[in-house]
């Protein structure tokens, strides 16, 4: 029998696997800059948390998330997002006695049985951050929302756009919902299965329909911006302000509402292009009311995104900005048992100042040996024989152009250095 990947998941392979090292190193480095630390959260969770935050009635909880029995009866569901946990673990662990807003980033896998397609899988990867305290401050938004950008930038993604939008609040979205709802029964034979069916369940998600003949129907729906409260408009209107001060260029889009039942108010995404139709690399927004939903204090307040880091990959694949040049920075090649010697503790030498190595188990003829270190794109070999061990000396050839030298031990190290760092 050959076993092959079940459907909709993968193996990452090098030399990719050292893009997304690069993308969550990055993601790492900033967002430490603004204050963020790491959660590692449990990949399996009781079912009742993902459809009390999530929302019973959404495609993730009703059709797309693994969920099982446990021996003891519970049922347990695969994450299929990381907000819920996060909030979870915070009020598990009282983290609403520290001081200031507590502020988290995660790195990992979910998991929700959909349809692949590109850039999609059914055991697919975030990194997301939360901001969770009692500060619902406009401000608290647009830092959120620069730390993800100033991401961005350090992985040079290219063409990434903001888009922002106000979905209200539990004051004035029911009103909208309702309006809305109302407006889509008078169009409901024109829509397909789907959106016939959001009517009832959910009707903001009609809003997302990616149908082409539906856009033009959606296009003359109610806008949730003309139906805000006045505090709810109060705090759209400082969030642009916010990003204005921080120089952020942003397009507002009013069908921009989340699928999760948790959001309010301020909601955004990132898109990128090389994705298709699909082309939303990242999204986030406000979820005041979630801490309480979960058995947590009413006053804790909470905002964050989580990016598709599959598509994020893809589109710096795409954009060409996802290469990743030959990490191997010495294929040391030796001749001789008094050599092998040599070589063993001149690569532990090597090592210890940072280089990557590769060193061969057994002796090969010097022909196939440095064939080997062109196949894998050493950017030099350095040889070792009896002539250099009698000289004190290593011969460091470069193999992009060919070029050969003498070099001893110390200033092999130099000249190393200054070849990575040029």
């Not at 939008?165 to 024109?190: F, T």
């Not at 955004?268 to 994705?275: C, K, N, Q």
Request: charged letters at 25%; aromatic letters at 8%; glycine letters at 10%.
């Amino acid at each position: 029998m050959k076993f092959q990947a079940i459907k909709g998941v993968r193996d990452i392979l090098p030399p990719e696997s050292a893009l997304w090292n690069r993308v969550e190193q990055t993601g790492r480095e900033v967002f430490g800059t603004f204050g963020f630390a790491e959660i590692r959260l449990p990949v399996f969770e009781l079912t009742e948390l993902f459809a009390r935050s999530v929302g019973q009635e959404t495609d993730i909880v009703s059709k797309e998330m693994y969920s099982f029995q446990d021996r003891d009866e519970s049922s347990i569901s695969l994450r299929p997002e990381a907000t819920a946990s996060v909030v979870r673990a915070y009020i598990e662990h009282g983290m609403q006695t520290l001081p200031g807003n507590v502020k988290l980033y995660y790195m990992g896998p979910m998991f929700r049985r959909e349809r692949p397609q590109k850039g999609r899988y059914r055991q697919f990867y975030q990194i997301g951050a939360e901001v969770l305290g009692s500060s619902d401050a406009p401000g608290v938004d647009a830092e959120v929302i620069e730390m993800l950008l100033a991401f961005f930038e350090r992985l040079q993604l290219k063409g990434a756009i903001l888009h922002i939008n106000s979905i209200g609040d539990k004051n004035c979205r029911p009103a909208y919902v309702e309006r809305l709802r109302a407006a889509l029964q008078v169009v409901r034979e024109q829509l397909r299965a789907d959106s016939q069916r959001r009517i009832e369940t959910n009707p903001l998600r009609v809003l997302d329909s990616k149908l082409e003949h539906e856009q033009a129907i959606i296009e003359k729906l109610p806008r949730i911006a003309d139906h805000l409260c006045d505090e709810c408009r109060a705090h759209y209107d400082e969030v642009k302000r916010q990003l204005a001060l921080r120089g952020i260029a942003y397009q507002e889009n009013w069908r921009l509402v989340r699928g999760l039942d948790y959001y309010m108010r301020t909601t955004f995404e990132i898109t990128a292009p090389g994705l298709g139709s699909q082309n939303a690399v990242c999204g986030g927004g406000r979820y005041d009311g979630l801490v309480e939903l979960l058995g947590g204090p009413a006053t804790t307040k909470g905002i964050g995104f989580a990016i598709g880091t599959d598509r994020l990959v893809l589109s710096l694949q795409e954009s060409g900005v996802g290469e990743v040049s030959g990490s191997l920075d010495v294929y040391l090649a030796w001749f001789g048992a008094a050599a092998q010697t040599a070589a063993v503790g001149l690569a532990r030498r090597l090592r210890d100042a940072g280089f990557v190595v590769e060193l061969p188990a057994v002796e090969m003829k010097f022909g196939k040996s440095l064939g080997l270190a062109d196949r894998l794109k050493a950017r030099h070999a350095v040889i070792l024989g009896e002539d250099e061990l009698a000289a004190g000396v290593v011969a460091v050839k470069r193999l992009a152009d060919g070029t050969q030298q003498k070099l001893a031990e110390q200033d092999l190290f130099s000249y190393l250095r200054t070849a990575r760092n040029g």
